[in-house]
């Protein structure tokens, strides 16, 4: 299906602020985890492209030196990107887009956030924008969603206790992803770094889930991983040394839990064992990752599934030995085993559910007439 605008020279697309997208429904995240769930099932049909020689890659960016001559070049602190992360997705989304990341943790310090991200949504045919949107709460939503698509399929029908660590936005989407797949839930362990943050999420939790009933903040990795069925590190840092990145401990670990992790994570010798179950959003962007990155690749990105690529080129991990959930959605691979199976899966974030979840909201948004129509050209004065 062609999403070409007109047959005329004019081009027209719309403009969302943040309030416009939650308007059109961004927030919604029981729709956003239907939505990955269908962008995954064109991700193992094929029908997509990001960027690089694989069509895999997570991005483009900029990388700038400790050392520079220009003082007004940026340094490379943490969490330091600038990127562009580009892809077409077919099926009935039949869109492109690229979503700008611009990122610094020193934002914080200026009362923003540590992210500030736009996504421009194109038609695949013309090149032609259809939208230029606010995209922290897109990103945002859709990073979240993609551990509760996991769960859907990956986690016990009767989970119940949550252990969170980093209670920020991304904590906050995959709860939320959490909440809307698994109705049981009702405990929440929490571990954070600064009590602000942790009173703000409480608040959250207790204005949004009231079935969470029982919520304990905890010191350490091992009181919020001990007996949770559901295990979650969405925190933020510094790499470079992964044993300096939060750690998942075999002996802490229930039986029949699942963890979904879409930040730093190291996991011991023990988690790395083959019956330990390993599952990947997309085996391709891992692969994309370990042919860019210098070796060891978990050093520079620090989710866990950068770390099995390691693994399988120091040959203690077979490339068979992961599976992607796209597989497991397709039904050519087995979603839980039984009721003690451990399962970890990687969240490494892709631009295609960027352009999955764009296309939801722009197509809400067109329905309900919201946004600022912005015009490019009547006639273009080059062609």
């Known amino acids: 299906m062609s999403t070409t605008q007109s047959t005329t020279t004019r081009i027209d697309f719309i403009y969302l602020s943040e309030q416009d997208m939650i308007r059109a429904g961004v927030t919604d995240m029981a729709a956003c985890v239907d939505t990955m769930e269908e962008m995954f099932g064109l991700l193992y049909a094929g029908d997509y492209r990001m960027a690089g020689p694989n069509n895999d890659s997570h991005g483009a960016m900029v990388i700038f030196p400790a050392d520079s001559p220009f003082p ?13 992360m580009p892809a077409y997705l077919g099926g009935r989304f039949c869109t492109a887009g690229v979503k700008w990341y611009g990122s610094n943790i020193a934002n914080r310090d200026k009362g923003l ?3 500030i991200l736009m996504f421009t949504l194109t ?21 979240g969603a993609i551990p509760g698509v996991g769960a859907r399929h990956l986690a016990r029908k009767d989970a119940k206790v ?13 709860l939320a992803a959490f909440m809307a797949v698994c109705p049981h839930i009702d405990t929440l362990k929490l571990k954070g770094r600064g009590q602000k943050s942790l009173d703000d999420f409480l608040a959250w939790v207790r204005d949004s889930y009231p079935q969470i009933t029982t919520v304990q ?31 998942v401990r075999r ?24 019956d330990v179950r390993k599952v990947l959003d997309n085996t391709g962007l891992y692969q994309a990752w370990f042919a860019e990155l210098p070796k060891p690749a978990h050093n520079t990105v620090p989710v866990i599934g950068v770390r099995f690529m ?4 120091e040959g203690s991990l077979r490339l068979e030995d992961v599976e992607d959930i796209g597989k497991i959605i397709a039904g050519d691979a087995p979603g839980r085993r039984d009721d003690n ?27 309900r007439g919201i946004g600022v129509t912005l015009n490019l050209w009547e006639t273009p004065e080059l062609r």
């Open 217 to 247: 903040v905890v010191d350490t990795l091992e009181a919020l991983v001990r007996n949770s069925d559901l295990v979650t590190y969405c925190s933020s840092g510094e790499t470079g040394d992964p044993s300096t990145y939060p750690i």
């Open 72 to 84: 007004n070049m940026p340094k490379p602190s943490a969490d330091r990107r600038m990127m562009a």
């Open 251 to 274: 002996e802490w670990v229930k039986p029949g839990a699942f963890l979904a992790m879409p930040a730093c994570c190291s996991l011991d010798a023990e988690m790395e064992q083959p």
């Open 113 to 115: 956030p540590r992210s």
């Open 162 to 174: 949550v252990g969170l660590l980093g209670p920020g936005v991304m904590g906050k989407t995959t």
């Open 310 to 313: 390691d693994m399988i080129a």
């Open 341 to 367: 199976e451990i399962i970890v899966m990687s969240v490494g974030g892709m631009p295609v559910e960027d352009v999955a979840w764009g296309t939801v909201v722009y197509r809400n948004a067109v329905t």
């Open 123 to 143: 038609d695949p045919d013309t090149g032609a924008p259809l939208a230029h949107m606010s995209a922290n709460l897109l990103s945002a939503y859709r990073t």
